[in-house]
């Protein structure tokens, strides 16, 4: 079984540019979580998505920042008009259910760099 | 969400037992204790969770005190490959949808 994939592992970027993550959860998972992890930081929680839904995103930055979960693809969380401190590793998850309480099971991580 | 504390770091000499404390002394009754690790440059991996009883699985025994008010992650036998950050989270039953890492306990497995 395939776990959770990321793409790209690593995105640079210039400043004011567009940068587009990509996730696909485990195959049969329909809860999708989006975390960041500054350097030398704990991971932050952004945004949780169920297919077409965002369920909650208390954690996102209220511009510039999306995430989506269409019912065909991958998960996309889209960064516009990046500036220096996105630079961040990014880390999706997905779980079977919903709620924190069923594990989740992390993909490897892209590594923005806003240069 | 409980707030939890660790210790910032600590050693193992590799193949001994390396034991992971973890307060949580504001836990409520539905919250679960979960322990992830993040390993170097990779996502973070499940390791194993409780509510009141101690736990085992194949990567590690979870021992958790009565009161709840703490709790002790146990790798029996630590290998190099064990040097992580280890995250321990208190999560209630329902309505979390998110795991909320501290800063954890960076473990180094000495060999």
């Known amino acids: 079984n395939a776990g959770v994939m990321q793409n790209p592992r690593h995105l640079v970027r210039r400043r004011g540019q567009e940068a587009r993550l990509r996730c696909s959860p485990v195959?049969?998972?329909?809860?999708v979580y989006w975390y960041r992890q500054l350097p030398e930081e704990g991971l932050k929680f952004m945004v949780y998505?169920?297919?077409?839904?965002?369920?909650?995103e208390s954690g996102m930055p209220k511009e510039r920042f999306s995430a989506e979960f269409p019912k065909e693809g991958p998960s996309i969380l889209r960064i516009q008009q990046v500036v220096r401190g996105d630079s961040a590793a990014y880390f999706c998850?997905?779980?079977?259910?919903?709620?924190?309480?069923?594990?989740?099971?992390f993909g490897p991580g892209t590594r923005l760099t806003v240069l | 969400d409980a707030k939890t504390t660790q210790p910032p770091s600590m050693d193992c000499a590799e193949g001994r037992a390396a034991n992971l404390p973890c307060n949580h002394s504001?836990?409520?009754?539905?919250?679960?204790v979960y322990w992830y690790r993040q390993i170097h440059s990779q996502g973070p991996q499940y390791i194993i969770h409780?509510?009141?009883n101690n736990e085992t699985n194949e990567m590690a025994s979870l021992i958790i005190t009565e009161d709840r008010k703490s709790s002790t992650l146990i790798l029996p036998h630590a290998t190099l490959r064990d040097t992580a950050v280890y995250y321990c989270?208190?999560?209630?039953?329902?309505?979390?949808?998110?795991?909320?890492f501290g800063t954890g306990t960076r473990l180094t497995v000495i060999p």
């Open positions: 998850a997905s779980s079977p259910n919903s709620g924190g309480y069923n594990e989740q099971f």
């Open positions: 195959k049969g998972h329909s809860h």
């Open positions: 998505l169920q297919k077409e839904n965002i369920i909650d």
């Open positions: 504001t836990i409520s009754g539905n919250e679960y």
């Open positions: 409780g509510l009141k």
């Open positions: 989270i208190a999560l209630p039953q329902t309505g979390a949808n998110n795991l909320f």
